[in-house]
């Protein structure tokens, strides 16, 4: 696992001046200590994410390794890190440099292997949070109003994923905020995954 974020840790994440409607409002939020899996589940390099699993199937999964579904503030604090990147591995766009670039939304297309693009990573060592697979996370989903400045009523059962696709072109991004939202337990596709997170309860050295 890739160590991210020490003891009560204060995070801004979100956007000063959201422009996509993916985008949240800056926030502040302080983190206790986690843990997160270097590679999307079952966390192996070389091995092909596992996806087509609904949130409650990826919580139960989590669970039965003693560890939890990511928070959408932990993922977030991990792909761009203190410094706020654009993207898991700096400030620019790369082509070529995640598995983000596949034209056709194609059932019969598989994701990448974890680890297979050497370069999609962040200085911690987390791979493949942009791009690969979208990755559930534990919060419910919200969407943010830009225009009328407020948040949008909430969609019953409805829970987060972070991350873009291998997709070149989605309607909810690519970089480090990018984020949408399926039902918890109606919804699994080939291109959704997760990966686990791991509370800390005492501080490392």
């Not at 009523?153 to 987060?160: D, M």
Request: charged share 25%.
């Amino acid at each position: 696992m890739g160590y991210i974020a020490p003891i009560n840790h204060q995070v801004s994440w979100g956007e000063i001046q959201p422009n996509q409607s993916w985008h949240l409002p800056e926030q502040q939020r302080r983190l206790s200590p986690f843990c997160m899996d270097r590679y999307e589940y079952p966390n192996q390099s070389g091995v092909i994410p596992l996806s087509n699993v609904t949130w409650e199937e990826a919580n139960r999964i989590c669970s039965s390794h003693q560890k939890r579904l990511c928070t959408e503030e932990e993922w977030s604090l991990a792909c761009r890190g203190a410094e706020k990147r654009s993207y898991s591995y700096g400030t620019v766009r790369k082509s070529g440099i995640c598995n983000t670039e596949i034209q056709r939304s194609d059932s019969m297309v598989k994701s990448a292997p974890s680890g297979s693009f050497a370069d999609c990573r962040t200085p911690e060592g987390i791979f493949d949070l942009n791009g690969n697979v979208s990755e559930w996370v534990v919060n419910d989903w919200r969407a943010f109003d830009h225009n009328q400045k407020r948040w949008k009523k909430r969609k019953a059962g409805y829970k987060t994923l972070r991350g873009g696709t291998m997709w070149k072109q989605t309607h909810y991004g690519q970089d480090c905020t990018s984020r949408h939202g399926h039902h918890r337990s109606d919804w699994q596709n080939h291109d959704d995954g997760f990966r686990c997170c791991l509370s800390i309860s005492a501080s490392l050295p």
